[in-house]
């Protein structure tokens, strides 16, 4: 569980990051933003492959993996499109919603439906508190 928050707590750090540099943006041009994050971080990945890649072909690689890459470069782009229009245009603190949604597409649909990966009562619990708390997120943000 420790490696679960350390991994978790950087990706945390990031979309914090991501998150300050949407939400202090205007909104004018979404796709303006995006190319210019994405320009950067593209370079950032590209650093990572020299370091990381361990004498390995990158090429190979990715010609092995084109599916998934396919994939996840059309979910960059979705998430991306997704959070800019909800920072931009509600706020950071509405981030409450993405998450607890991330739980039920990721967790759910991907982790368990299309990977079989396990699922108890505990999770359920955890589910249902999520979707609670979107619940009195929507309440008090009504109240405010």
Do not use: D, W
Request: include cysteine; hydrophobic fraction near 55%.
């Amino acid at each position: 569980m420790l490696k679960a928050l350390l991994f978790a707590g950087i990706g945390a750090i990031g979309n914090a990051l991501f998150a300050y540099g949407q939400r202090g943006a205007s909104a004018a041009n979404p796709f303006a933003f995006m190319f210019g994050a994405c320009a950067i971080c593209t370079v950032l990945f590209g650093v990572g492959v020299l370091v990381y890649s361990g004498g390995g072909t990158t090429s190979g690689y990715l010609l092995a993996n084109a599916r998934n890459v396919l994939i996840s470069g059309v979910g960059f782009f979705v998430t991306f499109l997704g959070f800019f229009l909800l920072y931009s245009r509600l706020g950071a603190s509405y981030y409450i919603v993405y998450a607890v949604l991330a739980i039920i597409t990721t967790s759910i649909g991907v982790g368990v439906l299309v990977f079989k990966e396990p699922f108890n009562g505990y999770h359920v619990s955890a589910l249902l508190l999520a979707i609670v708390s979107i619940v009195l997120y929507g309440i008090g943000h009504s109240k405010a």
